[in-house]
């Protein structure tokens, strides 16, 4: 099993930045991908972006192209969501999840942070 805990949500204005952090620990060892995914009020979960966690390949999505960044920490078992360049749009629920090694789907979802970008 791994176990995901994202924090770094909060209140920002528009065109302002927030870091989202995603601990992961567990049995970190069988992470092939992890990602961040957002749900707004009334709207599908939607994918943001996606890290392989041993070569560092990046895919986002084309909402946030160029404005957010997706990293790791291996040393903290860390991934970080830079978000630059907010707008109202961004406003959602983050959740950090973890695909494994063989697995096709993400299996294991953190409960999610809170990102409220005010106009």
């Known amino acids: 099993q791994v176990q995901l805990v994202e924090s770094g949500g909060g209140l920002v204005q528009t065109g302002g930045s927030l870091r989202l952090s995603c601990v992961a620990s567990?049995?970190?060892?069988?992470?092939?991908?992890m990602g961040w995914f957002r749900q707004a009020p009334g709207k599908e979960r939607e994918f943001v972006a996606r890290?392989?966690?041993?070569?560092?390949?990046?895919v986002y999505a084309d909402s946030v192209k160029g404005r957010f960044a997706i990293s790791r920490d291996d040393a903290k078992n860390t991934v970080y969501l830079q978000m630059n360049t907010m707008n109202p749009e961004d406003t959602a629920i983050y959740y950090c999840?973890?695909?494994?090694?063989?697995?096709?789907?993400?299996?294991?979802w953190g409960r999610g942070t809170q990102v409220t970008v005010s106009s």
């Open positions: 890290l392989s966690w041993n070569g560092g390949n990046t």
């Open positions: 999840a973890a695909r494994l090694l063989l697995k096709k789907e993400y299996e294991h």
């Open positions: 567990g049995r970190t060892s069988s992470i092939a991908v």
